[in-house]
C-alpha cells in the first residue's frame, strides 16, 4: 500500500460523507414539514415511538440529524424528555438501512439482474437519472429528487473509491498483524468509537468497515465489537448538540449515551462469554459486506428490544446524571440547532405565528370589552401581551430570513413567504388594541357618554370586528381556504358599516345631539376598527393567495370584489343582514 492508496481512502470517504449529506438534505426537504408534525404526534406508547422514530430515520437517512432536532425540540420545549426516548430507540434501528444497500456490493453472479443490483453498476444511472431531473426539470419537487439521486450515485461512488484502495491490504503482514491486535473486543470498541466520533456518522464508519472486509482478514470477532464501538461513537452529535440548553435537552443527550454505553456493555459481556466457554467457531470466519450489515442490524435491533421496556429507567439515570436545581426551566423561543433542518423549523415557526394570531385575536378582544367596560388593571394585561407581539415580530422576522436562505421545498417556500407576510398584520393588530385601550381610557377619564344610538352602533360593529378577527385567525391556524374567503365580504360589511356611523353622527351633530369631543373620540374608535379590519384582510388575503402560489394581491382583491363573483355576493347578503344598522 502506498500514500496514494491512503489519499484514495480518505478521499473515497470525502465523497461518501459529501454524498450521505447530500441524499440526507434531499430527502429532508421530501419529507417537509411532515417531520415535526409526526414527532409532535408522539405519544407514551413506546412502540409507536420506535416506529416513528426508525421511519424517520430511514426517510432523512441520518440518525444524527435525528438526535440533534429532538434536542432541538425539548429545549423549546416542544418535546419532553420520555417522548424522546422511544424516538431515539428507534433511529438506531433506521440507521442501519444504509448497511444493508452498501452491502449490495458484494452481489456476485452472472445474472444481468442480479448484476444490476451492485451499486457500481446501477450507481452511474442513477446519477444519470439525477442530473437530468435538475437539469431539465422546471418544478423544485423533481429537481430535489434528482439531488437525491446524484447524492446517493456520489455516496456509493465513495464506497467504491474506498473498496479499491485497500485492495492488495491483504498480503502486507503489516496490515495482518495489526489485524491481529483487534482480537482484543475492548480494542475493537474504542477504535470503533475514536473514528465514529472523529467523522461524526456511523453509516460511513461502517461503510469503511465493509471496504476493508473486501481485503479477507477481518472476522466476525474483530468486526462485531468495532460495530459496538460505533455505536458510541455516534454519541459525540448529541454531545456537541446538547452544549448550551436547558437540563432537559442535556438530558436528551445523556438518554441516547446511556442507551448505546448499556447495549454495549451487556453485549460485550455475552461476547467475552461465548469467546472464553463456548469457543463460538463463527467468530474466526472471515466476514463480508453482508455479515457487516447484520451483526449491525442484530446489535441495534437486540439492544432496542432488551432496553424498551427500561424507557423510565433510562429517563432516570439522565435525571441523576443532569440534576434539577432551584431554577426555573428556560425554554428558548426558537432554537438554532433546528436551523440544520429546515422543514422542522419552518413547521416550528408556523407554530410560533399561530400563537402569535392567538395573542393578537385576544388582545383585540379585551379592547373591544374595555371600550365598554374599562378596567386600569385588564389595559395594564393587555399592555404586556403586546409587548409580546413586538418580540414575537421581531424574532420570527429574522429567523425566516434566514430560512429564506436555505435550500428549501417549494412548499416550505410558500409557507416561509405565508408567514413573513402575515406576523405585521398580526403586530399591527395588537397596536390597534392599544390604540382602543388609549380611547377606552380617555373616554372614562373624560365621562364621555355616547347616545343609545350611537352605542347601540358601536356595538353591532364591535361585534363584527371581533368575528372578522376569529375568521381571520382560524383560517391562518387551519390553512382554511374556504374560511378566509370569508374575511373579504366582511370586511367590506365593516368599512360600509364606518361609512354609515359616520354620517349618522354627522346628523346627530346638526341636530345638536353630539359634540366635537364625541366626534373626534368615536372617529379614533371608527379609524383603528376598520384598520383592524383591514389587516385581518391582509391575513386572509394570504392565506389564499399562498395556496395558489402567488401574491398578487390587488388582482385578487379587484376579482373577488367583484359582486359577480358569487361566493362573495351570498357572504357579503349574510354579514349586511347579520350586522344590520
Known amino acids: 500500500m502506498t500514500i496514494f492508496n491512503l ?91 444504509t448497511a444493508w444497500i452498501l452491502s449490495l456490493s458484494g452481489v456476485e453472479s452472472d445474472n444481468i439482474f442480479l448484476q444490476m443490483l451492485k451499486p457500481k453498476n446501477f450507481a452511474p444511472l442513477v446519477a444519470l437519472i439525477g442530473i437530468l431531473l435538475i437539469m431539465v426539470s422546471k418544478k423544485r419537487k423533481k429537481k430535489d429528487i434528482g439531488n437525491i439521486c446524484v447524492g446517493f450515485a456520489i455516496l456509493m461512488f465513495g464506497m467504491e473509491l474506498m473498496g479499491s484502495s485497500v485492495e492488495g491490504l491483504e498480503d502486507m503482514p503489516q ?9 482484543n473486543p475492548i480494542l475493537g470498541v474504542i477504535v470503533g468509537a475514536v473514528i465514529t466520533g472523529i467523522i461524526q456518522s456511523s453509516a460511513a464508519s461502517v461503510g469503511m468497515l465493509q471496504a476493508l472486509s473486501a481485503t479477507g482478514t477481518i472476522t466476525y470477532g474483530i468486526a462485531f465489537p468495532i460495530i459496538m464501538g460505533q455505536n458510541i461513537g455516534t454519541c459525540v452529535t448529541s454531545l456537541i448538540s446538547s452544549i448550551g440548553v436547558n437540563k432537559n435537552a442535556k438530558r436528551v443527550a445523556v438518554v441516547h449515551i446511556s442507551f448505546n454505553l448499556i447495549g454495549t456493555a451487556i453485549f460485550l459481556v455475552a461476547f467475552f462469554v461465548g469467546k472464553t466457554v463456548f469457543s463460538l467457531p463463527i467468530l474466526e470466519e472471515t466476514i463480508g459486506t453482508v455479515g457487516i450489515a447484520a451483526c449491525h442490524s442484530v446489535f441495534n435491533v437486540c439492544t432496542t428490544l432488551l432496553l424498551l421496556p427500561f424507557q423510565k429507567m433510562l429517563e432516570k439515570i439522565a435525571n441523576v446524571v443532569v440534576k434539577d436545581t432551584d431554577e426555573k426551566e428556560e425554554y428558548a423561543f426558537f432554537d438554532e440547532r433546528l436551523f440544520k433542518t429546515p422543514s422542522v423549523a419552518i413547521e416550528e415557526c408556523n407554530a410560533l405565528t399561530i400563537k402569535m394570531s392567538e395573542i393578537a385575536k385576544e388582545t383585540i378582544g379585551t379592547a373591544l370589552k374595555l371600550v365598554e367596560k374599562y378596567d386600569d388593571k385588564v389595559a395594564q394585561d ?81 361585534n363584527a370586528v371581533d368575528e372578522i378577527i376569529t375568521i381571520a385567525v382560524d383560517s391562518f391556524k387551519n390553512n382554511d381556504i374556504d374560511y378566509a374567503a370569508k374575511v373579504e365580504p366582511l370586511e367590506e360589511v365593516i368599512d360600509r358599516m364606518v361609512d354609515v356611523i359616520k354620517l349618522r353622527h ?76
Open 175 to 183: 496490515f495482518t498483524s495489526m489485524m491481529t491486535a483487534f482480537t
Open 506 to 581: 354627522i346628523k346627530r351633530l346638526q341636530a345638536g345631539n353630539c359634540t366635537i369631543e364625541h366626534g373626534f373620540v368615536l372617529a379614533d374608535l371608527l379609524n383603528n376598527y376598520e384598520r383592524v379590519s383591514d389587516h385581518c384582510s391582509n391575513i386572509g388575503v394570504a392565506v389564499i393567495e399562498v395556496s395558489h402560489n402567488s401574491f398578487e394581491t390587488h388582482e385578487y382583491l379587484h376579482e373577488v370584489k367583484n359582486m359577480e363573483n358569487k361566493d362573495f355576493k351570498e357572504n357579503f347578503e349574510f354579514f349586511s343582514q347579520k350586522y344590520a344598522l
Open 7 to 97: 489519499f484514495t481512502l480518505l478521499g473515497g470517504l470525502a465523497f461518501f460523507l459529501y454524498g450521505m449529506t447530500v441524499m440526507s438534505t434531499g430527502l429532508e426537504k421530501m419529507a417537509g414539514s411532515k417531520l415535526e408534525k409526526i414527532l409532535k404526534k408522539m405519544t407514551s406508547n413506546p412502540f409507536k415511538s420506535l416506529l416513528l422514530g426508525a421511519g424517520i430515520t430511514i426517510a432523512i437517512q441520518s440518525s444524527s440529524a435525528m438526535t440533534v432536532m429532538l434536542v432541538g425540540l425539548v429545549n423549546s420545549g416542544i418535546m419532553k424528555l420520555g417522548q424522546t426516548i422511544g424516538v431515539i430507540m428507534g433511529s438506531n434501528i433506521g440507521t442501519t438501512l
Open 382 to 462: 393587555l399592555l404586556e401581551s403586546e409587548n409580546v407581539l413586538d418580540m414575537y415580530e421581531d424574532k420570527l422576522g429574522t429567523i425566516l430570513v434566514r430560512l429564506s436562505g436555505k435550500s428549501l421545498s417549494a412548499s416550505d417556500s410558500r409557507k416561509i413567504a405565508r408567514l413573513l407576510h402575515t406576523i405585521g398584520d398580526f403586530e399591527r393588530i395588537g397596536d390597534h388594541a392599544v390604540n382602543l385601550v388609549g380611547v377606552a381610557q380617555e373616554i372614562k377619564e373624560k365621562s364621555i357618554e355616547f347616545s343609545d344610538a350611537a352605542k347601540e352602533e358601536l356595538h353591532v360593529l364591535a
